[in-house]
Each structure stands twice: as structure tokens, then as C-alpha cells.
């Protein structure tokens, strides 16, 4: 594993440049799929450049920490991104932590992201912040039973860059049923975290039903920017875990230019695809009461179960 | 250099802690005198306390302290020696630690005692019972370590009584005494059995170097029920589900210096004894004591942070998350003994040492929570987490410390919390291959257990610092608050800097468990766990998997300059504004306003009401119609189910009972004498 500056130099960029595209790819679609002209693609990187523009108004009753939170999920959030393979088989910070490490540093932007709802004083903000976390609470069991059941088939390893390698090797098979139920657990588990339609309307405004939007209500400017720009780069970071690791066609093992060259065209044409999958879930569903989500989640949890007893069957 | 042995640190402490024992309670009528000398001696004490268990971790396997008589016996069968093993001395180190931290710490909370409470005796029980603390990890006869049990208990029973002029002081007291007394009766039949192996006769028979030879010689019968007797008296200790009803009583109405070495020290105790008997004395375990143990540990963890959730008195809340991380501990215990069993040596040490370092991590940890929660108690007056808000402008460098102690609780990265549970889902994924048969899939289920319990601790410390310290005051008493003396602040900085240290530094703390597993298990500190590459500990081989915790700090460090690049390129023109917060064009927001902390939990009562039965009461009161209501009176109660269902029937059972037995005492002599000479009979008979 080389630990390489510019390695991780050039996922960073890749990261900030390649999130809000995603961002906007599913907003635009969105938009079609209703008949609807939409906003631009684009329109994720002019929204960041205002906000970044912007004057800020803090509230008067916050603290310290409603300035840190910004700060500590933008670099959490990029940290984890930083673990997951995404064009190159090994991720440039591989060493230092692998698929838990990963839920943690994620785990870690949220919390001072809830701490960050609560800090003004506004009920809004609590209520977000209370969503927030018992939602992520009920999807943590089926995220971490999944990732178990992926890692099993990797050699007991939880290292994702181990696991890319493991799922490129001859005994994983795409139809195998531990992975197909793997897959759609995590499927709920990313459309939970990323606070998408059925559990989350990432497009609303209306306050008594909003999670993600409600927690980050009294942030603005470039505050404002840090915390978008982060929860699109997580997003991202989470649908490239889920690309390469069930779909692992055409990623780079060595680093030559030709062969990363290819394996980004890939790396593009698989979150496309995937994010296609996500306009279709938004659209042809409606938001959940928010007490029928567990239900929902549960369901990924049983899923996920099932898939780690077919690795115990199927072996 | 030639450091002194740790024979000669252990017997400096124990001198000292007895030394604050006698002259706190000389000094008793001089309060400021009491506190200085008495937490005095234990500041020293604990100093010793600490060489005695560093020396004895690294001066190589084997080579601990020596035996040694704290007093000549005078009674047959007992003997009061004391031996610093490695085991021992790992949780010396806890315990010495915390008494450090601690000590300073007392020095400006007990002022809070001056001219209401005696602070000598409060400083006498507190070194009596870190003396006996000290003693239970190191005493090598089974008899004196029983004798040091109940010194131990005994004084905790005086310390969560410390203000018995409160009913619930009391009752929490005697509710512990109950309960630990049934543990102990436990603990003696389980020696006793141990005993009767070991041959019976000798005094020596009691020793712990007796005992250790025993191993698989036990009958399968006789180490089935010492395994039970022994789990359901250190149990009641460590506060597992469902014998933990008295730590959330009892815990949190102690003096909160106290409440700290109570779910710090006292509950590890039941762990030092599990991890003493399980693995130190009774050989290979069969499997179902394994699947037994991590199952236990499973329910506890996710019980425990399930009501710790749903409580919203401070003390308490963290009282019930005591209980979580015994079951996250006993998690690691159980897949060692497992592991164990199916003959993995390297893997049980990796378990063994997960569920050690949680140990080590939560006494500080807890420690650190409960100290913070005893300052904002001593600036508010209050518990209820309801009356508090806005105490990071009021307390900043409190809500600091408890800002770290509730990241490292929730187990995130970078801190200590995150790399010993991160120990234990690497441990809990490696035993999938251990087995053929289906117990291999309580590994991953446990692992996902443990993953719903951290997300819903993350949850309720987002609740407890955020109700807390964030927002507005919910009270008068909150907006007077001030932050509190140098020296409490002093003691939640040590343990704050341990947080960071044993987060950030795992591959440096690891090298003292070497002489542990050789110790219990008769292998050396794997070497990925030991070197690996220096500060990324574990590797992907036979670990699965690697972290840095180092690694992910200075990464995040060196990411900085990202968003400050960005934001001198495009808003260096900015300015930044105070305004109100939004308040929907009313009239401004009161504390009212603010979300509660049972409002912030009440997601996840609505989603396990199955469990937690929650009982509301709503009065309204109104003129026209019910959308305008004049008055309106809530009530929420929620009643835990063992307490409910298990334990009120039983003792409405021994109740009815022993008004059946009344019969037997009349009071009259003759009757007692009677019944005496047939006992006496009857042992008789019984020996012969």
C-alpha cells in the first residue's frame, strides 16, 4: 500500500469536484422524470460559489461549537471519503481505517452536525437533530450486519480496498443471493444516510417534515457551503462504496494514466447509473411517515440478516 | 535505571489510603484540614498506586510483584496475602488512575459539603474504599479477597447513603446492600466449591495459586455451577441485565466524586473477577459458557443505552450507559471464551484485550462524564437535564471535557472509545471462521448489536451535551451558573488528556497487556497488536483490517487548509452577523421553545414502546374548544419491566414468605434453644 500524497491529493479534488455534479444529475433528472424542466446540472456548483459568497448571520444564542460543526463534518466527511476506493483499487488512506473506520468518521460528522441543530436554541433544529440520529440509529445495525457479510467474503477483512480486491477475484459472482441482499440492504441504508425519499425529502421546506434540512435551518454563507458541499461529498463517498464494491468492472489495480483513465470512465458511467436508480426510488415513491421508517429499515436489517445466513448456506 | 520494585509501590499505596483512612477521620472536626489531608494521601496513594502497577506491567512477564502477608493471620484457614499479578496490576492502574483524577478533583467538590455534611468521613470511607478496591485486585486467597469484597461493598454502601437526610439516598443504599450481599453469597459458594477441588484441607487451599492449577481437573458438573455462581455474583457487580436494577439507583445518588469511582472502578470489579476466575482458573471453558457470556453481554449493551436514553437525570442517564459498556466489556469477554474453546489462542487475546481496553477506557471515560455531570450539579443544583441549557457560555472549560468524554463514549473516531470497540468488531468478525456450526452467526449479529448500541449512544450523548450545554437556559438556576474551581477542572483535564492519549496512542497502551495474555493465556501480545507499523495498529492478515487513529487526526489536520482556502478565495469580503435565531416572525424565542430532552428521545420511545410501555397522562383544559386549550397538564412515566415484572413479584414473594415463617419466632427462649440444639444435632449427624 503506498501512501502517497498525491494520491490523496487527487481524490480530495476528485470528491469536491465530482459531488455536487452527482447533486445536481439527480436533481435535473428528478425534474424530467416529473416533466418538469429542472434546474441545471450545474446548478450545485453556482448554489456553492454564492453561499461561499455570502455574508453570515449567526444566531445570537449559539456557541463556539455551531462554528466548529462546519469545520469537523466537511473534514470528517472528506476523511472517510478518503478510505473508499473510487478509481484506483487502493484508497489512498487505506492504512489508517477501513469500512468501520469509515461508519465512524461519518458517525462523527453527524453527531457534531446534531449538536450543530441543537446549538441555536430552535426547536427546528432539535427536532432535526433528534430525527437525524434515530434514524441513523435504526439504519446502523443493517449497515454494519452488511458490511459484515461483504467483509466475510473478502477474508474477514474490513479493509475496502481488501474487499475491492476480494470482489474482483474469481469467487465473487454478482448473482451470488449474500450479495444481492447485501446490495438492497444497503441500497436502504444509502437512501437513509443521504436523507432521500422515502425517508427524507431532501427538496422540502415544510418544517414539520423535514430531517436534514431542519437541523442545518440556521446556517448560512459559507457555513451554509461546508455543510451542502459535505453532505453531497457524502453521498458521493457512499454510492462509490456501493458501485465498486457489488459492481467491481473495470477498476484500475495499477496506476498507470491509461488504465485510471478508464477505470474513471467506469467509476462515472456506475454512480450515473446508480443515481439514475435513486431518481427512480424518489420519484415513484412517497416520503414515509416518519414512524413507518423503522419499519422500512428493519426491513434492510432482515435483509441483511438473510444475506449473512446465505453466506452460511452458500459456501 | 533501577526503578524500586512494585512490591514496595503496591505496600507505599496501601499505607497511604489506610494512613488517609486514619487521619481524615482524626482530623474530622477541622473540615478544611479532612479534605486536605484526606484527599491528600489518596493524590499520593494513587501516585503509588500507579508506579506499582506500571513497574509491575513492564518489568517483563512473570516477574510482578512477589507475595507478600499484609498482616499475620491469627485465624486458621485465612491468610491475608497479597500478590501483584499482571492481572492485578492492569486493574490497579484503572483504579489508580481514576483515584488521581479523582483526589484532585475532590479537593475543591467537597467544599460543596463545608458546614452540611462531615467531609473527614467522606474523605475516610472514600480512601477506605479505594484501599479496599486496591485489595480486591490483588489479594491472592480467596478468603481475603471475600473479606476485601465486603469492605468494599460496604463502604460503597456508606458513600451512596453520604446523605442519608434524602429517602432516596437511602433506599438506593439499602437496595445495593440487598444486591450485593446476594452476589456475594454467590462468590463464597463458588470458592467454596473451588475449594473443595482443590482438596479442602490445607490452608493453602484457598489461594489463588491453588486454584490456578485446578484447570480441567473441576468435574464438568461442579464447573458448570462455579461458572453460573460466579456469573451471577460478579453479575450483580458489573450491573448485567437483568441483575442491574440497583446501579441506576444507587450510582447516581452518591456524592458525584463518588458516583464516578462507583461506575468507574467498582462495577470492573465483577469484570476483574470474571476475567480471574474465567480465565485464570477454570481451563478450557465449554462453549455454551461463551455463548452464555456474549449473549449476556449483548442484551446489557443494547438495554442499557436503550433506557439510558430514555432517562433525563443526568446522573442517572449515565448511570444506565454504565451498563451498556459492561455488556459492550462482556461482549469481548464472552467471544474470548469462545475462542478459547475452539482453540484460537491468538484470536481470544485479541478479544481478551478488546474487552480489557473497553474496560480501561470506560472507567475513564465514565469517570470524566460523571465529573462534569457533578460540576454542572454543583452550578445548578439540579439533575434534571430539563432546568439546564446554555452552560457552554457559562462553563466552558466543564462542557469541554464533556465534550470529549460524550465523543469518546459514543465510540467515534478519533478517541479512546472508537479503537476499543473497533477492537471488538474486528474480534466478533474474525470468529466467523471459527466455527462450523450456526453459533458462528452470533458473531456478525452481536457485531451488529454493537453497531445499534453505538449509534444509539451517539444519539443520547447528542442528547446530553446538547440539552445540556447548548441553547438557551432553561432555568434561573442555569442562567447563574458559573464554572466551577480550578481543582474539579484540573481533575476533568487529567482525564481528558487520558481520553485523547489512549485514543490517539492504542499501539503505545497496548504493550502493557504482554505480560496480561501471557498471564491468563499463555501467549504473547500478537504483533499486530503490538508493533504493526508503530502507529497504525493491526494489520490485514490475520486482523482483517488496519486504523490509525493517529493517522486520521493528522490527516484531518492537514485537510484543514481545504475549506480556508476556499473560503480566502471567494468570501474574504464576508462579514459575519449576530442576529436572533428564527422564530417564524413570532416574538422572539423563549427557553420554552426549545426542544426538551424528552422531547429528543421520544422518536426512539415511539419505535421500542414494545419494550419500554410508556405510560402519558394529558389533562386539558379548555373554554370553547379543545385546539385552545387553557391548561395543560403531561405526564410521561416509563417503568422498567424487570423492575415491574420480575423483581416485584419476587420480593412480593419472599414478603408473603417470611410472614409465614413469623410463626416459627414467637420470642419465646425455650423455642430458640430448641430449634438451636436440633441444628446443632443435625450438623452433627451431617459431619459424622
Not at chain 2, 484447570?215 to 441483575?243: E, H, M, Q, T, Y
Not at chain 2, 379548555?622 to 422498567?640: Q, R, T, V, W
Request: contains cysteine.
Amino acid at each position: 500500500m503506498m501512501f502517497s500524497v498525491l494520491a490523496i491529493l487527487l481524490q480530495t479534488a476528485l470528491l469536491l469536484a465530482l459531488a455536487p455534479l452527482v447533486s445536481g444529475c439527480i436533481k435535473n433528472w428528478k425534474a424530467k422524470l416529473q416533466n418538469r424542466r429542472g434546474p441545471r446540472v450545474w446548478q450545485p456548483y453556482f448554489d456553492l460559489a454564492k453561499f461561499l459568497r455570502k455574508d453570515m448571520v449567526i444566531s445570537e444564542h449559539a456557541s463556539w461549537i455551531f462554528r466548529v460543526v462546519p469545520y469537523v463534518l466537511f473534514i470528517s466527511t472528506l476523511l472517510a471519503g478518503l478510505m473508499v476506493p473510487m478509481v484506483s483499487v487502493s484508497a489512498p488512506l487505506s492504512l489508517f481505517g477501513g469500512a468501520l473506520a469509515f461508519v465512524g468518521l461519518l458517525a462523527l460528522g453527524r453527531f457534531f452536525l446534531a449538536l450543530g441543530g441543537l446549538d441555536p436554541a430552535s426547536a427546528f433544529g432539535g427536532m432535526g437533530s433528534s430525527r437525524e440520529m434515530t434514524i441513523a440509529a435504526v439504519a446502523e445495525p443493517a449497515l454494519m450486519l452488511a458490511i459484515f457479510t461483504v467483509a466475510i467474503a473478502a477474508h474477514k477483512s474490513t479493509n475496502l480496498s481488501q474487499m475491492l480486491i476480494a470482489a474482483q477475484g474469481p469467487t465473487w459472482k454478482l448473482l451470488n443471493p449474500a450479495h444481492v441482499l447485501a446490495f438492497a440492504a444497503l441500497f436502504i441504508v444509502l437512501l437513509a444516510e443521504t436523507g432521500r425519499i422515502p425517508i427524507d425529502n431532501p427538496a422540502t421546506h415544510l418544517e414539520l417534515t423535514m430531517i436534514h434540512e431542519a437541523m442545518i435551518l440556521e446556517y448560512s454563507g459559507r457555513y451554509l457551503a461546508l455543510v451542502e458541499w459535505s453532505a453531497s461529498v457524502k453521498q458521493l463517498v457512499l454510492m462509490a462504496l456501493l458501485a465498486n464494491i457489488f459492481f467491481p468492472i473495470g477498476i484500475a489495480t495499477d496506476s498507470s494514466a491509461a488504465s485510471l483513465g478508464l477505470s474513471l470512465g467506469w467509476f462515472l458511467a456506475k454512480l450515473l447509473a446508480l443515481a439514475g436508480a435513486v431518481v427512480l426510488v424518489e420519484t415513484t415513491n412517497a416520503k414515509l411517515r416518519l414512524f413507518r421508517v423503522p419499519d422500512l429499515l428493519s426491513a434492510a436489517f432482515i435483509l441483511a440478516t438473510l444475506a449473512l445466513l446465505s453466506t452460511f448456506l452458500f459456501q | 535505571m533501577n526503578l524500586p520494585s512494585p512490591t514496595l509501590f503496591l505496600q507505599l499505596a496501601l499505607c497511604a489510603y489506610g494512613f488517609g483512612v486514619v487521619a481524615s477521620l482524626l482530623a474530622m472536626r477541622w473540615e478544611k484540614f479532612a479534605n486536605g489531608i484526606g484527599f491528600g494521601s489518596a493524590t499520593v496513594a494513587a501516585v503509588f498506586g500507579i508506579g506499582a502497577a506500571l513497574t509491575g506491567l513492564t518489568s517483563g512477564p512473570g516477574n510482578g510483584g512477589e507475595s507478600f502477608a499484609l498482616w499475620p493471620s491469627l485465624i486458621p484457614y485465612l491468610q491475608l496475602t497479597v500478590k501483584l499479578d499482571p492481572l492485578g496490576a492492569f486493574f490497579v492502574l484503572i483504579v489508580s488512575v481514576l483515584a488521581l483524577a479523582l483526589s484532585i478533583y475532590s479537593f475543591g467538590y467537597v467544599r460543596g459539603f463545608y458546614g452540611r455534611k462531615n467531609v473527614g468521613v467522606l474523605a475516610a470511607f472514600y480512601n477506605a474504599l479505594l484501599l479496599a478496591t486496591t485489595l480486591v485486585f490483588t489479594a491472592s486467597n480467596a478468603f481475603f479477597f471475600l473479606i476485601a469484597w465486603e469492605i468494599m461493598a460496604l463502604t460503597a454502601y456508606c458513600l451512596v447513603s453520604f446523605e442519608h437526610e434524602k429517602p432516596e439516598a437511602r433506599n438506593a443504599g439499602v437496595l445495593y446492600f440487598i444486591m450485593s450481599h446476594v452476589g456475594t453469597g454467590c462468590l463464597i459458594l463458588g470458592f467454596l466449591l473451588l475449594f473443595q477441588a482443590a482438596g479442602g484441607q490445607a490452608p493453602g487451599d484457598y489461594g489463588f495459586e491453588t486454584f490456578r492449577t485446578l484447570g480441567d481437573k473441576l468435574s464438568p458438573g461442579r464447573r458448570d455451577a462455579a461458572f453460573l455462581l460466579f456469573l451471577f455474583g460478579f453479575g450483580i457487580k458489573a450491573g448485567i441485565v437483568p441483575l442491574h436494577i440497583w446501579l441506576p439507583v444507587a450510582h447516581p445518588v452518591a456524592p458525584s466524586n463518588i458516583s464516578a469511582l462507583l461506575s468507574g472502578v467498582l462495577i470492573k470489579t465483577g469484570i476483574y473477577g470474571l476475567t480471574r476466575v474465567l480465565f485464570d482458573f477454570m481451563g478450557t471453558p465449554p462453549n455454551w459458557w461463551g455463548v452464555t457470556v456474549l449473549t449476556i453481554g449483548t442484551i446489557s449493551a443494547v438495554l442499557g443505552v436503550l433506557y439510558a436514553l430514555m432517562e433525563h437525570d443526568l446522573k442517572r442517564l449515565l448511570a444506565y450507559h454504565s451498563i451498556e459498556n459492561i455488556g459492550i466489556i462482556l461482549m469481548g469477554l464472552g467471544a474470548a471464551l469462545m475462542f478459547l474453546h475452539t482453540h484460537h489462542p491468538v484470536l481470544a487475546t485479541l478479544a481478551l484485550i478488546a474487552g480489557l481496553y473497553h474496560t480501561m477506557n470506560h472507567a475513564i471515560f465514565k469517570a470524566l462524564l460523571f465529573l462534569g455531570a457533578g460540576a454542572v450539579l454543583h452550578a445548578t443544583h439540579t439533575r434534571n437535564m430539563e432546568e439546564m441549557g446554555g452552560l457552554i457560555k457559562r462553563m466552558p472549560t466543564t462542557a469541554f471535557c464533556f465534550l470529549v468524554g460524550a465523543v469518546a463514549i459514543s465510540a467515534l473516531p478519533p478517541l479512546n472509545g472508537f479503537v476499543s470497540e473497533w477492537l471488538t468488531y474486528q474480534a466478533l468478525l474474525q470468529g466467523f471462521g471459527t466455527t462450523d456450526s450456526l453459533v458462528r452467526l452470533m458473531f456478525p449479529l452481536s457485531g451488529a448489536m454493537l453497531a445499534l448500541t453505538g449509534a444509539l449512544a451517539a444519539a443520547c450523548f447528542v442528547k446530553a451535551f446538547g440539552i445540556t450545554f447548548l441553547a438557551q437556559p432553561r432555568s434561573d438556576h442555569a442562567a447563574q451558573a458559573h464554572e466551577v474551581a480550578p481543582t474539579m477542572l484540573a481533575g476533568m483535564g487529567l482525564l481528558t488528556a487520558a481520553c485523547i492519549f489512549l485514543g490517539l496512542f492504542p499501539t503505545l497502551f497496548l504493550k502493557l497487556f504482554n505480560p496480561l495474555t501471557v498471564q491468563l493465556l499463555g501467549q504473547p501480545l500478537p504483533g499486530f497488536l503490538s508493533e504493526a507499523d508503530g502507529w497504525v495498529l493491526g494489520n490485514t492478515q490475520e486482523m482483517g483490517g488496519t486504523v490509525s487513529t493517529l493517522g486520521i487526526a493528522l490527516m484531518g489536520i492537514c485537510l484543514l487548509p481545504v475549506p480556508l482556502v476556499l473560503w480566502l478565495f471567494f468570501g474574504r469580503q464576508t462579514k459575519v452577523r449576530i442576529g436572533p435565531t428564527w422564530d417564524c416572525g413570532l416574538k422572539g424565542l423563549t427557553p420554552q421553545m426549545e426542544y426538551t430532552a424528552t422531547g429528543f428521545s421520544k422518536p426512539i420511545r415511539m419505535i421500542f414502546k414494545a419494550l419500554f410501555l410508556p405510560r402519558r397522562e394529558v389533562q386539558r383544559e379548555y373554554d370553547y374548544s379543545p385546539y385552545f386549550a387553557k391548561n395543560l397538564h403531561f405526564e410521561s412515566h416509563i417503568e422498567e419491566a424487570f423492575v415491574t415484572r420480575l423483581y416485584r413479584p419476587l420480593n412480593r414473594g419472599i414478603l408473603r414468605f417470611s410472614r409465614r415463617m413469623r410463626g416459627l419466632q414467637a420470642g419465646s427462649i425455650q423455642a430458640y434453644l430448641i430449634y438451636i440444639f436440633i441444628t446443632l444435632l443435625l450438623l452433627l449427624m451431617f459431619a459424622l
